[in-house]
C-alpha cells in the first residue's frame, strides 16, 4: 500500500494503524500482509515494511469520529479533515456524500512474514 513519507515512522511505531482511500473496488483484503511504499515503481519503491489488514468497512468521510483520527497517526479529526484534503488535491471537494474505505492494519515489521 502506498503511503506518504510522513506516515511510514507513524506505521513503524504503531500510531497510524488505520488509512482511509477512495476506492472503486477493494485493492486488499482481511488477513492480507501488504509492503508499505511510496511508490509503486522505481526509487523509492522498495518495501518500508510489511502490514496486516485486520478490517475493513466503508463510511462517510465526514463520519470519522475523533478515536479514528488518532488512530489515522495522532490526529484531531479537524487536522486529519485538513490533511485529507492536502492528499486529496481537491479531486473529491466537497467531502459531503464521500464514502471512503477504512483500513484497520497492524505493522508486523520490516521484513515479510511466512
Sequence with gaps: ????????LLIEN????????????????VGGVYPVKLRLFGPGSE???WIRVLAIREELL?????ED?????GYTR?????SFADVDR???WPY?????????FEYVGRERPA
Design 14 to 29: 504503531r500510531i497510524k494503524t488505520q488509512t482511509r482511500r477512495v476506492w472503486k473496488r477493494r485493492c486488499v483484503r
Design 62 to 66: 465526514l463520519n470519522i469520529s475523533d
Design 96 to 104: 459531503t456524500g464521500l464514502r471512503v474505505t477504512v483500513v484497520t
Design 47 to 49: 518495501p518500508h515494511g
Design 1 to 8: 500500500m502506498l503511503f506518504k513519507p510522513h506516515h511510514v
Design 90 to 92: 481537491g479531486r473529491h
Design 78 to 82: 479537524e487536522r486529519f479533515l485538513e
Design 69 to 73: 483520527a488518532v488512530a489515522e497517526g
